[in-house]
């Protein structure tokens, strides 16, 4: 098991009464290695705690509405007063503190996706209206997520929840990037994980949809073997 | 003389110990119809009132200094409490407040100009960065005035300066888009101002420079009006 450690800033001022914070809050709260951090909450910032906090994370999460196609002040402003020009970019010959990690977004806006878009309601993608946060990232020198985006949660149904849940407990904890093989691979951890906590006279139909899902797991390995193969030896025609 | 009101929304939380927001200061100061509107001085907005001084504006300019790549937090809780979808994006049949408004951005960085593009220090444009305020002026139905960037005030020598005061001028109050005409046009607005402050015994050489200034103007209205019937010459041919 790769060990994870994700740090989720979420900046939100009503955060008590976001239907959609407390909804990924209850998400994200059974997970291990994951801290759930409420910029909101703080009134003054004590740095070098929160620095240690972004230090000893493998993963950041920068979690909060669009207010007005942009991040909330409360994310601004806990940026303002923790992070400096050397703890991001680096003084000198010194090494970048956040240099390699992954930074991530999850974002919730109250219009739907196809407004994100030109020709759209809004007419800009999220990736272009959070350019600062990406701007942000490459001068830490950090990787980035692909922004994880929800829309207009309050017309999710109950089927709809459930993916979301699942989906955003793999932004928050499965290995990047998000290819089938590491999707896989989560999915057997948590699998093991629940398995294990069957009482003993339901062990063995456990074991056996996790064998299963191993076994999956073997057949998509050799399959991309044999695709490999193929593809070497039609390169070898070229 | 048009006549256009100019509002400036200064965001910076240390005003007075800014350099670059005391010069912008004294060079907006002698200037009729513009009105400098501290953000962070008010503690808690007066809707009512902030929303009348925009609807009185024809020209909106948001001035603040980058912070991490993005606006300072006071302009964005400002904007959380000020604006409502209504107001801006307008509520069924109902008019835009904003539509056909001017907005600007003066924007202050302590990088130089080449930081701002691909494969420079930044690596984002200015324009990219600042994507969540030209979506918020589409939304509005305003027009964009493209940004002015003040880049590494700190360096500015005196003939800098004076380049960048009568600029800055210009930005806040002179008519769109910055074509030659409009800018001419704008100085003799301006010089005839000055001159009329004259003491009676400079009068007459102020009016022979005034007058100088206006006959390039018709020399220039003169040349524009002979290349468009040459252009229409050649179009005929074409």
């Given at each position: 098991?790769?060990?994870?450690?994700?740090?989720i800033?979420?900046?939100?001022?009503?955060?008590?009464?976001?239907?959609?914070?407390?909804?990924?809050?209850?998400?994200?709260?059974?997970?291990?290695?994951?801290?759930?951090?409420?910029?909101?909450?703080?009134?003054?910032?004590?740095?070098?705690?929160?620095?240690?906090?972004?230090?000893e994370?493998?993963?950041?999460?920068?979690?909060?509405?669009?207010?007005?196609?942009?991040?909330?002040?409360?994310?601004n402003?806990?940026?303002?007063?923790?992070?400096?020009?050397?703890?991001?970019?680096g003084?000198?010959?010194?090494?970048?503190?956040?240099?390699?990690?992954?930074?991530?977004?999850?974002?919730?806006?109250?219009m739907?996706?196809?407004?994100?878009?030109?020709?759209?309601?809004?007419?800009?993608?999220?990736?272009?209206?959070?350019t600062?946060?990406?701007?942000?990232?490459?001068?830490?020198g950090?990787?980035?997520?692909?922004?994880?985006?929800?829309?207009?949660f309050?017309?999710?149904?109950?089927?709809?929840?459930?993916?979301?849940?699942?989906?955003?407990?793999?932004?928050?904890?499965?290995?990047?990037?998000?290819?089938?093989?590491?999707?896989?691979?989560?999915?057997?951890?948590?699998?093991?994980?629940?398995?294990?906590?069957?009482?003993?006279?339901?062990?063995?139909?456990?074991?056996?949809?996790?064998s299963?899902?191993?076994?999956?797991?073997?057949?998509?390995?050799?399959?991309?073997?044999?695709?490999?193969?193929?593809?070497?030896?039609?390169?070898?025609?070229?």
């Amino acid at each position: 098991m790769i060990d994870i450690k994700t740090l989720i800033l979420v900046a939100h001022p009503e955060l008590a009464s976001s239907q959609t914070q407390q909804f990924l809050k209850a998400s994200a709260a059974g997970l291990p290695d994951v801290t759930w951090h409420h910029l909101d909450a703080i009134t003054t910032p004590d740095v070098a705690a929160e620095r240690e906090l972004l230090v000893e994370a493998d993963r950041i999460i920068f979690q909060f509405p669009l207010y007005w196609y942009n991040v909330p002040a409360s994310l601004n402003a806990w940026m303002a007063a923790v992070l400096t020009s050397p703890f991001i970019a680096g003084a000198g010959q010194s090494e970048q503190p956040l240099a390699g990690k992954t930074v991530g977004v999850v974002v919730n806006t109250g219009m739907p996706a196809k407004a994100f878009q030109a020709g759209g309601e809004v007419g800009f993608t999220l990736d272009a209206l959070l350019t600062p946060l990406r701007a942000l990232a490459q001068m830490a020198g950090m990787k980035w997520q692909p922004i994880f985006a929800i829309n207009q949660f309050a017309n999710f149904r109950d089927a709809e929840q459930q993916k979301l849940l699942v989906a955003y407990q793999r932004y928050l904890t499965q290995p990047t990037p998000d290819t089938l093989s590491s999707r896989l691979a989560w999915f057997e951890q948590r699998l093991q994980a629940l398995v294990a906590k069957l009482p003993a006279n339901q062990q063995q139909q456990g074991q056996l949809i996790l064998s299963t899902l191993q076994q999956d797991q073997a057949d998509y390995a050799d399959l991309k073997a044999t695709v490999a193969m193929l593809k070497e030896g039609s390169d070898d025609l070229g």
